[in-house]
């Protein structure tokens, strides 16, 4: 299942500041790696530019999984410390848990192009 480019990034990052906005509360966002850091930060700067978001600063705090967990994160209830609301990335989820997830879609049906749509 290939779901790269659908937006899920933006579109968790779009909640994390209209709720780090709309409430004034510190905002964690877990994102896998360094790399996705950036691209997440990149992503944010530009929501807020094209938003006329106006945040105080570190209020959305993005972090990697190893920095979050060595600072308290617990993906069992997904909170961390001071943060009112944690958002984690699709791939940070696939990554911290691929063994899992890989057991969850173990013995699925194999999608097909004639699978019908519907409930009837």
């Known amino acids: ?26 905002v964690l966002v877990v994102m896998a790696t360094e790399t996705q850091v950036r691209y997440a930060r990149r992503i944010l700067d530009r929501l807020i530019r094209e938003g006329h978001y106006a945040l105080r600063s570190r209020v959305i705090t993005i972090s990697t999984i190893s920095r979050a967990e060595q600072e308290g994160f617990d993906w069992t209830l ?18 911290r848990f691929a063994r899992v997830l890989r057991e969850l879609h173990a013995y699925d049906l194999p999608e097909t192009a004639n699978t019908p749509q519907g409930g009837d």
Request: cysteine-free.
């Open 78 to 95: 997904l909170q961390s410390g001071i943060f009112r609301r944690v958002f984690v990335d699709h791939h940070a989820i696939e990554m």
């Open 1 to 26: 299942m290939n779901r790269r480019q659908t937006g899920r990034t933006t579109r968790m990052l779009e909640q994390a500041l209209d709720h780090a906005w709309r409430r004034n509360e510190q």
